[in-house]
């Protein structure tokens, strides 16, 4: 594998205060909406957000960070990528109608987002080298040749872009940094995923020369924690450290051996970040009284911020107990017309929250149209798809080409009040709602679980 120089951050990724950053534009084509800068805390996934108006085709708005971010731009249904640092005065040009083509940058790092704007435009199918098509297509060195020779062609796309445009060094190292733990992180990602849709075992999938590329990586760094990438990376090191020592991964003790092992290969804000993922997870598929001595344990030695936020989540947990009112929504379908949680009272609900963009949701496609025909003269089960595409036709066109018949529902993005309210970190997720409108399962078992789905569902018709 040709050899990738991992550029490590000459200071620590953390300013010491909060600053005022601005944002300030024009738009041609929409003279009025709303505006909302937003980023994601990659250790604690909280989101940091703020909102303003968009009057007479003009908008400013204040964001306090306290580091580089990158972070989303939404004017209206439009969204694009902008990088910031504290202190920055950033201006945007944009037709709405040309949205990502005509949006151009001026002021404090205009040649960085200019940058992220003909990367954009350059490289914008790279996100689908993730998808089930790349993983089920590929044998392991082709996969690896593959993602090589991309991060090699954005690499190479940043520094041309540098020779004439002088990026900051700040950046460069923050964005190539982000690329290249992206990428590393999945080909570890790689192995598991293969067997699984092919079905094999791991180590059948690839040989130990596969994984010669963690040689040039750079562990338990603290200045790269807040990079997706690098969160991305350590997750899917620790999964691949998991199979090396052949820990139990399944049911609860995945979430243990994880957290415990964690504790013993990371360091530092590191460790802190990776067990703060993990615990995340855990308090969606464990016991609470079998989590709570880890809970204690992290909390205890994690900083305020992280343990404030993680608390929270805890809390949230403990409202979607079973036996607790599922919290109460109101939706749009495909008619545009209004379908909410109460209108199902008296029935089981069976949620699905999913994506069109979501690998593993579509995968359960098939086992939701056999679940759907096996209870199709039930009339008191509900089969409710809430969507949180962000892009409404890609919903729509998805659902009439692949989905199951139900109701249809969508909830633009993570940050809707109804995925949060569910505590939806990640999808596909399910829950069963039982008959009295009381949450009968959280994080249910999926279509393609079997009978451990079907013995519940017919248990909750029967209450």
């Known amino acids: 594998m040709k050899r990738i120089i991992v550029l490590l951050m000459a200071t620590a990724f953390l300013y010491p205060v909060f600053a005022k950053t601005t944002v300030s534009g024009t738009i041609k084509g929409l003279r009025s909406g709303t505006v909302e800068i937003s980023y994601y805390h990659p250790?604690?996934?909280?989101?940091?957000?703020?909102?303003?108006?968009?009057?007479?085709?003009?908008?400013?708005?204040?964001?306090?960070?306290?580091?580089?971010?990158?972070?989303?731009?939404?004017?209206?249904?439009?969204?694009?990528?902008?990088?910031?640092?504290?202190?920055?005065?950033?201006?945007?040009?944009?037709?709405?109608?040309e949205f990502d083509e005509s949006i151009t940058y001026s002021g404090t790092l205009a040649a960085e987002n200019n940058f992220m704007k003909a990367y954009f435009l350059a490289f914008e199918d790279a996100g689908k080298d993730s998808t089930r098509y790349w993983y089920?297509?590929?044998?392991?060195?082709?996969?690896?040749?593959?993602?090589?020779a991309r991060l090699q062609s954005m690499l190479q796309f940043i520094d041309d872009y540098n020779k004439k445009n002088?990026?900051?060094?700040?950046?460069?190292?923050?964005?190539?940094?982000?690329?290249?733990?992206?990428?590393?992180?999945?080909?570890?990602?790689?192995?598991?995923?293969?067997?699984?849709?092919?079905?094999?075992?791991?180590?059948?999938?690839?040989?130990?020369?596969?994984?010669?590329?963690?040689?040039?990586?750079?562990?338990?760094?603290?200045?790269?924690?807040?990079?997706?990438?690098?969160?991305?990376?350590?997750?899917?090191?620790?999964?691949?450290?998991?199979s090396q020592v052949q820990l139990e991964s399944k049911g609860s003790m995945n979430y243990i051996n994880k957290f415990l092992l964690a504790d013993m290969i990371f360091s530092g804000k590191c460790k802190t970040a990776v067990?703060?993922?993990?615990?995340?997870?855990?308090?969606?598929?464990?016991?609470?009284?079998?989590?709570?001595?880890?809970?204690?344990?992290?909390?205890?030695s994690c900083d305020e911020e992280?343990?404030?936020?993680?608390?929270?989540?805890?809390?949230?947990?403990?409202?979607l107990q079973p036996g607790n009112p599922a919290p109460t929504f109101t939706l749009f379908d495909m008619e545009g017309n209004k379908v909410s949680l109460s209108d199902f009272?008296?029935?089981?609900?069976?949620?699905?929250?999913?994506?069109?963009?979501?690998?593993?949701?579509?995968?359960?496609?098939?086992?939701?149209?056999?679940?759907?025909?096996?209870?199709?003269?039930?009339?008191?089960?509900?089969?409710?798809?809430?969507?949180?595409?962000?892009?409404?036709?890609?919903?729509?066109?998805?659902?009439?080409?692949?989905q199951p018949d139900g109701v249809h529902v969508i909830a633009k993005g993570f940050k809707h009040e109804v995925p949060v309210s569910y505590n939806v970190s990640g999808i596909p997720t399910y829950y069963i709602i039982g008959k009295d409108g009381n949450i009968y399962k959280g994080n249910a078992p999926r279509p393609s679980h079997g009978t451990s789905l079907t013995d519940m569902l017919d248990a909750a018709l029967a209450e």
């Not at 750079?218 to 790269?224: A, E, K, R, T, Y």
Request: hydrophobic share 35%; net charge negative.
């Open 166 to 242: 002088n990026l900051s060094k700040e950046f460069y190292k923050i964005w190539s940094n982000d690329k290249t733990y992206n990428m590393y992180g999945t080909l570890l990602y790689y192995p598991a995923l293969r067997a699984y849709i092919t079905h094999q075992e791991p180590e059948n999938v690839v040989d130990e020369a596969y994984f010669e590329f963690l040689q040039n990586c750079s562990f338990n760094n603290d200045s790269l924690i807040y990079l997706n990438g690098y969160m991305y990376f350590n997750t899917n090191y620790l999964q691949y450290k998991m």
């Open 43 to 97: 250790v604690t996934y909280q989101k940091y957000s703020w909102e303003g108006k968009i009057e007479k085709g003009k908008f400013s708005l204040e964001a306090d960070i306290n580091r580089p971010v990158f972070a989303d731009l939404m004017l209206n249904e439009e969204r694009t990528g902008i990088y910031l640092t504290p202190d920055a005065q950033l201006q945007v040009a944009v037709n709405y109608d």
């Open 275 to 300: 067990q703060a993922a993990y615990l995340r997870n855990a308090l969606r598929y464990m016991d609470l009284k079998e989590l709570e001595p880890y809970w204690k344990d992290f909390i205890a």
């Open 345 to 402: 009272k008296g029935k089981v609900v069976y949620i699905d929250f999913w994506a069109s963009w979501c690998g593993p949701c579509m995968m359960e496609v098939p086992h939701a149209v056999e679940l759907h025909e096996k209870y199709a003269a039930e009339k008191n089960l509900v089969f409710l798809f809430i969507s949180i595409d962000e892009n409404e036709d890609a919903w729509r066109k998805t659902v009439k080409e692949k």
């Open 306 to 319: 992280v343990a404030g936020y993680m608390t929270e989540i805890y809390q949230r947990v403990l409202d």
């Open 136 to 148: 089920s297509s590929y044998e392991a060195t082709e996969f690896q040749q593959q993602h090589e």
